[in-house]
């Protein structure tokens, strides 16, 4: 008998910040998996902030996604039925097919979980795409030294918390900006020296009043006035890891950039921008580093977790309103 | 009998754009050198772009300059006479005691001058902390491959200059920019393979015109606009080497930066400020290097020359206008 599975489609291209409109749900009978084809019903499916870039079509690093075609995403299934020798059912299995209750796919496109006592869902989170972001770039742009201090915006989400802890594992002092009291405190609590509300009072007076002696390493998930602080506030040879500006993402005109540009000049800084896949060659140290200090404990990670396939634009949405700590997913029944 | 020499001293501080009622010119009477002093009569004197940030009082890379003091910068002299076992009469040294005819400083604030055969005037010029500048920065943070397209703005400069000719030399393709079209058939005469006047039409156009590909390296001598059009033909893995923002150095309100900052990701632009000393690892590379192309003639320069020390700020002022092709100079009687 066919299988049947919702997904979600592109319906419109959003003009500024998106909304429900621009989703549309539909319901596909699934074929028989051809030779080297795998059938999976997906668990767990990731929203992340870069998706909102796929859906202007412009070039990019990644296409962009097409009008009326299922979106796609990081997802975590279970293998149904396979005609690939690699996977059988019952094999935990992580795609990009995500934003589809199931789908039938080549096995090439999937990765299969390793065995190392984290929950599922962790390979799309703090063990998977965010997590990686966040150990290569802190590494690899950040260099950072023993007792360096460390600005993190965005710091509640997926990346930005792996960031803290990783820099408190990397004995650094982390000043940590949120949008709600409730994740700030989250975040002291997992070992964050210093916190500010950016949606209480003024951004610059706060975070100077957090990094007295100015910052080393800038890690932006933000971009906006937070990039314009952090340039006030750097010290001498600071390094700032671009990941993102999801502040100005949802912009329909280009917003003008920090007044303070100048400083990069004087204070040398580096600013360097990158996406994950930049770092692949650090993969098998992420997972020995990263799998052991959360077995460990060492690394805590938060989720926030809407349900059903239908929420995923939902859960998509919050992602632009602060709406998550930690990562956000969808789980699928 | 004592020695007298003219001065040039901060009156005021600029707000804005400076003006010729800034300085003022004064006589002083040399005191006779004591032990491990050297009296040096200088004849040439060097204006740069960098010296504007000095007047300003706050705390930068180099400590402000003070009112009513005689300004400081880069100088070519004669030792006249030397209680410092070093030097002797007849000797060229540079110093960064400039701004003055003649002074009465240690020997350990001096340098004696190769004798390799190039004009002593070129030791503040294209041999000297501008042809270090371009060649230090373009190497290490620019990091030039063979058939890259390099974007020099400013590029009709002291700095400007050697590195189009550098990274003609690195066989890149280089597209310059400057303000008139005398400057540009000159770089075009040296070898720069489009040029731009950034005075005439729309710059991004013209920009994208003459780089059809889009660009590897930008060299940033100017910030503002310029950057901002870097930033939108930039390729994947460009690297933006930070030298000076002329273009904002006069603001009185700090001015927005580029719209497109989010190019930083998602191009994974490297962009990096320095200052020369930075790179003072590389300095015996340097002269070698370069010493070898201005004999042979692979390095050309400019000067544009003022006479008297009481055209040090006429100098100075026209950095700001355009008023120099390649290096500013004051020649001392």
Redo the contacts between chains.
Sequence with gaps: MAEKAHEIRLKSRPAGMPNAENFQLAEVTLPEPKDGEVLVRNMWMSVDPYMR?RMYDRP??VPPFQLGEVLQGGAIGCVMKSNDARFKAGDLVESMLGWREAFVGPGAALTKLPAAGAPPQAYLGVLGMPGMTAYTSFHRIGEPKPGETVFVSGAAGAVGSAVCQIAKIRDCTVVASAGSDEKLAWLKSVGVDATVNYKKGNLLQNVRAAAPKGIDIYFDNV?GEH??VALEVAR?FARFI????IS??NDEA??????????????????????VI?FIDMREQFYADMTRWVLDGRIKSQETVESGIANAPKAFLELFSGGNTGKMLVKLD
Tied chains: 1, 2.
Excluded: H, T, W
């Design positions: 870039g990019s690093y971009g990039l314009e001498p671009e990941c993102g500006m100005i993402y280009p917003a003008p950039g920090p007044r303070n540009m100048a400083y990069i000049v004087g204070k040398r800084i580096r600013m360097q921008g990158f996406i930049d």
